[in-house]
């Protein structure tokens, strides 16, 4: 099997294309937050497909979604967000390998359902590697491509890839013959929370809203929080508390009654109340809420949500060992 360097070259930036991995951790005592995907799973899918190590980096897209020229011959696979993606005019499907030959391009149509698609690559995406991951950390200008998000006239590069040559057009030949159970975006699906450190500040009747309401996701939502609009949430009693630690998923109340739940570049401290936390096995469904799209919470409790976790991980490892397989049949074949 011939195995070479591949490259991708941006014809038109998206709204905000960024190269990230699993994330940075151990240095939040540095005021550095771990960042990373939103979406962990479409990502650990789309690395597992491939045949990819887990931490592999990927391209995360918002829609509009940019444009890509195929430099060399390669194998792709998107998962998350269905934006349509097209090579040369054609749809392709999500969730399955796809052969690219060089002069290929790759663009989305329209956004279908979700807010984020992820785009890897047989054998990762090159990236500076800042403290220990290739994420991009925007604010700080480090990591990914360059500490920014993509422009025009970009090339990204990969490791070793296959360098099959794609025997002509016809979209079957694009195909490898494995892939993965679409997302279910089911914006009628609750999120579900366990009780934050500060719950029990809200008396029952915001309780009784925060549980029973649904509150709309806005619009200037990003990486950093999505705030969320709905009936106001008001605390029993005067409080004040000093800054204390947060993560992906708290969910803060505002002085004027509003939430934001913390996404991945959040601040490492905070000074609102926590009234929840988004369980681990639920932040990329929440992740996938475009602006406009509604939220309802449920409460659930630890056991619950380490189950829900448990049992997602054991999936993917479940696919990342069959994918895995699939590929040594390719290797030996060739």
Not at 31 to 55: K, T
Request: aromatic share 8%.
């Amino acid at each position: 099997m011939l195995l070479h360097r591949m490259s991708l070259t941006v014809i038109k930036p998206g709204i905000l294309d960024t190269i990230q991995d699993a994330g940075r951790y151990g240095y939040r005592g540095w005021g550095i937050n771990p960042g990373g995907v939103m979406d962990r799973e479409a990502f650990q899918i789309a690395n597992s497909l491939l045949g990819n190590r887990a931490s592999a980096a990927v391209l995360e897209m918002h829609y509009p979604a940019p444009k890509l020229r195929c430099n060399d011959g390669l194998v792709i696979a998107i998962t998350g967000a269905d934006f349509v993606p097209q090579v040369n005019g054609t749809s392709v499907p999500l969730f399955r390998p796809i052969v690219l030959a060089a002069g290929d391009m790759l663009s989305f149509s329209r956004p279908r359902n979700g807010r984020l698609s992820y785009m890897a690559i047989k054998g990762g995406i090159g990236a500076v590697d800042w403290m220990g991951s290739r994420s991009t950390h925007i604010k700080l200008g480090q990591g990914g491509y360059h500490g920014r998000a993509l422009r025009k006239g970009d090339e990204l590069f990969s490791g070793l890839c296959l360098a099959e040559k794609v025997p002509d057009n016809k979209l079957l030949d694009r195909l490898l013959p494995w892939y993965a159970a679409p997302d279910q975006f089911s914006p009628e699906e609750p999120i579900l929370v366990l009780p934050g450190k500060e719950w029990g500040l809200l008396g029952p009747a915001a309780q009784d809203i925060f549980l029973g309401s649904s509150f709309i996701v806005q619009q200037y939502s990003d990486r950093m929080g999505f705030t969320l609009e709905g009936e106001a949430l008001h605390i029993s009693d005067n409080y004040s508390l000093v800054s204390a630690p947060v993560q992906y998923g708290t969910v803060q109340l505002l002085p004027k009654g509003q939430m934001v739940v913390l996404m991945a570049d959040h601040q490492t401290t905070g000074g609102y109340p926590r009234i929840a936390q988004v369980i681990a096995a639920h932040r990329g469904l929440l992740a996938q809420r475009p602006a406009g799209a509604s939220v309802r919470f449920r409460m659930t409790d630890i056991v619950t949500a380490e189950r829900l976790w448990t049992e997602r991980q054991a999936y993917l490892r479940q696919l990342q060992a069959g994918c895995l397989i699939k590929w040594t049949e390719i290797q030996h074949k060739n």
